[in-house]
């Protein structure tokens, strides 16, 4: 297996120093607390062998999601879970394969604490290492029983304490706020002063201690060797959710392909034409499923040939690169080349009930709506007055003992002579062109080329008669 393959990604933020967690597990990469989005986002071309899971971001932004764990699960990516977030995740996600690692996990697990309130902190930003600023109940419970099996506190002082503690939000739980809350409900000083005592003296960063067990954990493990079997189950808000909220990076921004979408709404040329067309393409899946119209392998791979044909991806490398830069895997390029495939059955269809011969009005249509018939009509206007004067028994034919390789080869010519004048750029061999674009058969098609290769030697001709006049009466002038 790869480095690539074998990668390690660690969400972590307050439960660990940065620092202290590379000295641990140097080789992983680290990023922010894990947000709705972020898991789901690595998946694809060089996704990682495990993802570990400590903290993660639920107040000002939205949590990882259930959903994508299980995504990550199912695509052979090992997911642990520990501390904070990590440690919710991995007991809700347990039955799917997700694997638990630390105290607080297993008292998730169990069901000995419920609420999300039990890790959560207030904490500061990145520039400040996301340091903590409030005290987790996981941590203040740790604490408390260490307090009392060391004498420092009393059973009845020590309940009483945590449930002092848990009536204040999250986000306003200090030690100091813990012990005026404690002072406002009566309790004696002597007993704040004890869990004061305790806190400064004896403290349990239960969330710490987990999060180091989780790092050595993924230290230890092999790569491959805690895949899950399991499977997402479709939705509609999942299909929305892979649709949206994916992110990518590009020049160094992070970004949901939602923000994609909504710029080339307001400044991608043809965007109207783009969303019609994308539309049509839905229209296409819908049709398959209701026909049940079904298609080969070999009519798969037939797309993604043509496919790779369109965007001048023949090398490997060089499709691998396109696959990147457009945030899409091999997985998407199958799934584009089915539809494409029952498109073209669709396609084929239909053109078998007009009699498989060229579309003339439909296309027409087409020329209009996009603003470009009077330019075409213009243009063959011109071809049609230039054909006029051509031999009208111009066509291509096999001469008496040509051979095939000869008769192959001039009409390789033909279609290079094609390509180089114009924007006739075809993406199947030349019976399948003819066949799809209504020509008779190859030679009627091969017929036209010669056509159009003549007009344009004819046009070339007479421009040189022009630019010769011309000339000779600018030197008589």
């Keep these: 297996m790869s480095d690539q393959q074998a990668r ?74 520990a501390s904070s977030m990590g440690a919710l995740r991995a007991a809700e996600c347990g039955p799917f394969g997700m694997i638990g690692v630390g105290v607080i996990y297993e008292q998730y697990a169990s069901g000995e604490l419920i609420d999300d309130d039990e890790v959560a902190v207030a904490h500061e930003g990145p520039e400040r290492g996301w340091r903590p600023r409030t005290e987790p109940m996981v941590n203040l419970r740790a604490t408390v029983r260490r307090g009392v099996a060391e ?6 002082a020590a309940n009483w304490a945590l449930e002092v503690a848990k009536g204040i939000w999250f986000a306003a739980r200090t030690r100091p706020a813990l012990r005026q809350a404690l002072r406002a409900a009566g309790t004696l000083p002597g007993e704040v002063q004890a869990l004061h005592a305790c806190l400064e003296e004896a403290y349990v960063d239960q969330k710490r201690l987990d999060a180091e067990s989780l790092l050595r954990t993924l230290a230890a493990r092999k790569p491959g060797q805690d895949r899950a079997e399991t499977k997402v189950t479709a939705c509609h808000v999942f ?31 043809g965007f109207a034409g783009l969303r019609e067309r994308a539309l049509d393409r839905l229209l296409v899946d819908e049709l398959a499923w209701l026909w049940k ?16 044909a369109r965007l001048g991806l023949a090398e490997d490398d060089s499709l691998q690169r396109w696959l990147i830069a457009n945030d899409v895997d091999a997985d998407w390029l199958d799934g584009i080349a089915r539809r494409e ?31 470009r018939y009077e330019e075409a009509a213009s243009a063959a206007a011109t071809a049609a007055r230039l054909r006029a004067a051509l031999d009208p028994n111009l066509q291509w034919h096999d001469e008496p003992g040509e051979n095939a ?21 075809p993406d199947v061999p030349l019976p399948r062109f003819a066949e ?33 006049l011309f000339g000779a009466s600018a030197d008589e002038g």
């Design 151 to 156: 004498g420092r506190l009393g059973e009845q």
């Design 239 to 269: 299909m929305a959710f892979e649709d949206r909220d994916r992110k990518v990076t590009h020049q160094d921004v992070t970004l949901r392909l939602e923000e994609i979408a909504r710029h080339a709404a307001l400044h991608e040329q």
């Design 8 to 81: 390690t990604v660690v969400f972590l933020g307050p439960s660990l120093a940065l620092a202290d967690a590379r000295s641990i597990l140097a080789a992983a990469e680290f990023r922010p607390p894990a947000a709705q989005g972020d898991v789901y986002s690595l998946l694809g071309p060089g996704q990682p062998d495990a993802i570990g899971i400590i903290d993660g971001v639920f107040y000002q932004d939205l949590p990882v999601w259930h959903k994508e764990i299980i995504a990550a699960l199912e695509r052979g990516v090992a997911v642990y879970g």
């Design 341 to 371: 495939a029952l498109a073209r059955r669709l396609r084929d269809w239909i053109q078998t009930r007009r009699g498989k011969r060229l579309l003339v009005s439909p296309l027409l249509d087409e020329l209009r709506l996009a603003g």
């Design 405 to 425: 390789e000869v008769s192959q080869s001039r009409v390789v010519q033909l279609m290079h002579d094609q390509i180089r004048a114009t924007a006739w750029r």
């Design 436 to 468: 799809e674009a209504g020509f008779a058969d190859v030679r009627d098609l091969v017929d036209e080329l010669v056509v159009a290769r003549a007009i344009r030697a004819r046009s070339k001709e007479r421009l040189r008669m022009l630019e010769t």
């Design 293 to 308: 119209i079904e298609v080969t392998e070999d009519q798969v791979a037939e797309e993604v040939r043509r496919l790779r």
